[in-house]
């Protein structure tokens, strides 16, 4: 574990903001383009609002997962490329760093995102942008079932971005933050390499069903937290808005857990800045650093793992050669690991 961190703030408030997504399926990459500003400014207004309430002590604001676009239904690679997917240097961007100094706190949240290097394609990012407006951190999705991601053109993006831009972990005033993108909440291995690389508070931007009994995200969280003595800020959508299906499918359940998986707030349905808790990182840095049973992290056998996922042939890199899938690509890439595991079982 990183014992080189920044000093700590004093304890500071988190939030998890539970706000709606208006889908762009079916706009033109125009009308698209303005549906996302309208996005933005409408969470920037709600992030202004979320400090009133709160209070100046919110440090943290955490949005849903593709929160600007919502996800695609169908489309082709290109056109959800050229509709929905922000560009690093873009306006989106821009105003998004916007919101984040002018309300001096640090905002991550999920985009869909073009890649100069890979033109044909996009990926799924996760980001933080500091009180300054710089984005100190760009995570691209790793585990993605219909999307693209780095692992697909494994060793052009390797020789291009290096191994610390795959699990980047962002050291701040506010402690050593990391991204997880939904579903990714459910691979231990992600979150492991990131607590093993200094993370301390895993910024969980989701959008996901929820349900009065316990989700297998939900228990995914608490894993998470418990195994890697981190804090879990999950936002989930608010509700979704412009495609058929029912708005309330992925709305609620937004919360914030500690280092050692309780959960400190929790909104219900609907858009809501009801998630907010305070985080005390030199809490959390007491516990890494004392020693015991529950000290998980410090118990973790390495190389024991290394060698026998070595052993294991599942989901094989650099699939892709940088051109654009066909969507049923990535159904036959899953059927073929599937084989293999059946094979190796």
């Known amino acids: 574990m990183d014992q080189n961190a920044p000093p700590a703030e004093p304890a500071y408030r988190a939030l998890a903001l539970q706000t709606r997504t208006e889908a762009v399926n079916g706009l033109s990459p125009a009308e698209a383009r303005e549906a996302m500003a309208a996005s933005i400014a409408r969470i920037g207004a709600e992030v202004a609002a979320a400090k009133r309430w709160v209070g100046p002590d919110l440090r943290l604001v955490v949005l849903p997962e593709y929160v600007l676009s919502g996800f695609p239904m169908g489309e082709p690679i290109e056109r ?51 009180p300054s407006g710089e984005v100190v951190l760009r995570y691209r999705r790793l585990h993605s079932l219909y999307s693209p991601s780095p692992y697909d053109v494994w060793d052009r993006y390797l ?19 990391a991204c997880v993108a939904s579903e990714e909440i459910l691979y231990p291995e992600l979150a492991r390499a990131l607590a093993l690389r200094g993370a301390e508070v895993f910024c969980h931007s989701t959008s996901e069903v929820t349900s009065p009994a316990l989700t297998p995200k939900g228990i995914g969280r608490r894993a998470r937290a418990i195994e890697n003595l981190a804090y879990v800020v999950s936002a989930n959508s608010g509700g979704l808005r412009g495609i058929p299906i029912p708005g309330d499918s992925t709305c609620g359940g937004s919360e914030i857990l500690d ?9 219900a349905g ?8 305070e985080l005390d990182l ?9 020693p015991g049973m529950g000290n ?3 118990r973790v056998k390495t190389g024991l793992w290394a060698e026998e996922y070595a052993r294991h042939d599942v989901e094989r890199p650099n699939g892709l050669d940088g051109a654009a899938p066909e969507r049923a690509w990535f159904t036959r890439r899953q059927r073929e690991s599937i084989a293999r595991l059946t094979d190796d079982s």
């Open 80 to 130: 959800w490329r050229d509709m929905a997917a922000l560009a690093p240097d873009g306006p989106e961007y821009e105003a998004l760093s916007g919101v984040a100094a002018s309300e001096g706190v640090f905002l991550s949240g999920n985009a869909y995102e073009t890649d100069p290097n890979f033109p044909a394609l996009y990926f799924q990012a996760s980001f933080v942008i500091d």
């Open 296 to 298: 998980l992290p410090s």
């Open 270 to 277: 609907g858009e809501s800045i009801v998630a907010h808790a």
């Open 259 to 267: 280092f050692e998986g309780r959960v400190l707030a929790e909104a």
């Open 159 to 177: 020789d291009l971005y290096g191994m610390d831009a795959v699990l980047p972990v962002a050291r701040t005033r506010i402690g050593n933050l």
């Open 282 to 290: 030199a809490a959390l840095r007491r516990t890494r650093v004392r």
